[in-house]
Structures are given as C-alpha cells and as structure tokens.
C-alpha cells in the first residue's frame, strides 16, 4: 500500500492494524471501479474498526490514481446526519484536487452514479500550529480563509445496498465533486468565532431558495468540527489544506440542468458560489 504518511495530508487511520479488514483486493477494486465510474460493492463492514481498514485499502488506490490528498471531508456533523445513521459523532474521508472545481464550473453528471447537491462550508489551513489547537481560538488563528462550498457526494452503492455508518466511513463519505468559490479572508473578519456561529446560507436551484442553513448546524460551531478532527490525531493538518465542514441541511437529488447557488452571510458580508449541471 502507498504509504500515505510521505507527501500527503493525511496520515493512517487509527486501529487499521487490529481491525478486521475486509478483503484488500475487493476495497482497491472497488476503487478502480468507482474511478471507472462503476458502482461500490458491500464490504460487510459491521464496525467502525472495520470501516477504517476498509478505507485505508480503497483509499491506497486513490492516491496512486489521483494523487496525494489535499484535504480532509467531515461528514455526520449534524444532528439529523447522526440520528439517521445511528452514530453520535462525525467521520472523515479525504479530499483530491480532481474532486474540487471553481465557481461557476459546468459540471457534467456523467461519471456519477447516484450525485446530490448539499450546501457545505470549507476552511484553509493557514499554519501547521492547528494541530496543538484546544479551542476555537486556537482552531481560527491558525485558519486562512472560510469558503463557500457546493458539495456533490456520489452514493455510488450498488443498487440493493442500504447505506450505514460503517459503509460510509469504509468509503470515505462517498465525496465526488465539489465547487468551491472565493472565500474571505479570517484576517478580515471582526469577531471569526462568532461570525462563523452566526454564519448563514441560502441554497438555491434555479434561482429560488430551496434551503436555509446556519453554522450551529455543524456540531453546534463551524470551528468545533476542525477541533474534533485535530483530536482525532489521524490527520496531518498543513498550510493549504482545505477542510470540508459538512453539510448544513439536506441531501438534494442532483440532476442535468440544474442551476445550483449557494449565498452565505458572514460577518456582515456576502460570499457566493454556483454550478451548473450538464448530463
């Protein structure tokens, strides 16, 4: 397995040496044919300890594939994400830059096997002391920027599949696409900690709003996602590394034609970002 500790962000899941993994080659197959655009198997993972060896094996071939990460994905970060899967804390998965597009991209759905839309939230790591941060302040003095964020996870399950939190976990939270627009400077907001609490969004299709959401809805502060992932210490958090937050509301269904804007209030100032689906 290519080691992901040289040259990438993140660093081997914890327990992967006692858990009980599933096959290795059926994880990096999957991998191969999720990249091909296939769908994923059912690793019979029952147990987080299982999801995290699952992983690290399909996540080996998407290293080799699509390069070293460049990020990390946080999902069950809400309440309702929680409650539907039965799990009482959130999970990670990582990000490759063939995975994010810039603002206003027209994304064909072509490659996808079962693609939503959600309204989410990234920041960028600004230095490497993020990793000794124990608090929100600690958390914000080491972040860059807050951006907008259009996530497009593929719950690319093979169709008599029903998803949990350990099938989740084994793939990484099943990110696809994501479009990421300008974001805002943490240097140039007044109060970041409570601007990010009290940040809001609008999710639009088509120009009407479908969803509003806010940034309690992540863990209860936006801040407080980054702090659980720091102290999880699976992740090596570097300057550039972009931090998905989870989604703040629900999974929407995504399909060709769909014009997709996502408006968000921060610190009494606007960002935006927007994609268009094509087949």
């Known amino acids: 397995m290519k080691s992901a500790i040289l040259g990438a962000i993140m660093l081997p899941l914890a327990g992967v040496a006692v858990a009980a993994c599933p096959d290795v080659s059926l994880m990096q197959n999957a991998a191969r044919g999720w990249i091909a655009g296939q769908r994923l198997p059912d690793p019979l993972v029952r147990s987080v300890e299982d999801a995290g060896c699952a992983y690290a094996s ?106 949990t939190a350990p099938l989740m976990m084994a793939y990484g939270m099943t990110p696809w696409r994501g479009v990421l627009g300008r974001g805002i400077a943490i240097a140039e907001l007044v109060d970041p900690v409570a601007d990010l609490a009290a940040l809001t969004v609008n999710l639009k299709l088509g120009g009407k709003t479908i969803e509003t959401g806010s940034g309690d809805m992540l863990l209860d502060h936006p801040l407080d996602v980054v702090l659980w992932l720091v102290e999880q210490g699976s992740y090596e958090l570097k300057p550039g590394s972009v931090i998905s937050l989870g989604t703040m509301g629900a999974l929407h269904p995504a399909r060709p034609g769909h014009r997709i804007e996502a408006e968000y209030r921060i610190g009494g100032r606007m960002m935006k970002v927007g994609v268009v689906l094509v087949p």
């Open 58 to 163: 399909f996540r080996s071939v998407l290293e080799s594939e699509l390069g070293a990460p460049i990020g990390v994905k946080v999902g069950f970060t809400s309440k309702p994400a929680q409650e539907r899967f039965g799990i009482d804390e959130p999970a990670a998965g990582a990000l490759f830059a063939p995975m994010l597009l810039p603002d206003g991209a027209r994304l064909s759905l072509g490659g996808s096997r079962a693609a939503y839309f959600e309204a989410d939230l990234v920041v960028t790591v600004g230095s490497s002391a993020i990793m000794q941060a124990r608090s929100r302040e600690e958390v914000v003095a080491a972040l860059r920027d807050v951006r907008p964020f259009i996530e497009l996870p593929d719950l690319a399950l093979q169709k008599d599949v029903q998803p």
